[in-house]
């Protein structure tokens, strides 16, 4: 498998596991249209499946994520606190370069999260 097909197959199972195990969006409570948002940029590798970092965002509230934070920011502190965002915030910008195996951990143990909601 190559490493672009495993980050897309990383994506898939992050995705379907929120949506499973959030079942509404986790800012408005909306649940149609329903999609993997990410409190912190999907862009860095270190977060983008940490299933602390993405939760089930509406596509409008997860639009409106890029111009306005707050509501989401607000939204996860109450749900786990301020000192799990600082740390979600500090793993989030650590340099991380995953090689093919240890994305394949990480696949293999999304797979058994969501096997397991």
């Not at 983008?48 to 707050?70: P, T």
């Amino acid at each position: 498998m190559t490493r672009k097909t495993l980050i897309r197959k990383l994506d898939q199972v992050s995705r379907e596991i929120v949506i499973k195990r959030d079942g509404a969006c986790v800012v408005c409570g909306a649940t149609t249209h329903l999609t993997p948002g990410h409190l912190f940029s999907r862009r860095h590798l270190a977060t983008r499946w940490d299933l602390m970092n993405v939760n089930c965002q509406c596509l409008s509230c997860n639009l409106k994520h890029v111009r306005d934070q707050v509501p989401y920011i607000i939204w996860f502190i109450d749900r786990y606190s301020l000192k799990e965002l600082e740390e979600l915030r500090a793993k989030h910008y650590q340099v991380t370069h995953y090689k093919l195996h240890d994305l394949e951990n990480i696949h293999e143990g999304l797979k058994e999260k969501y096997a397991n909601l």
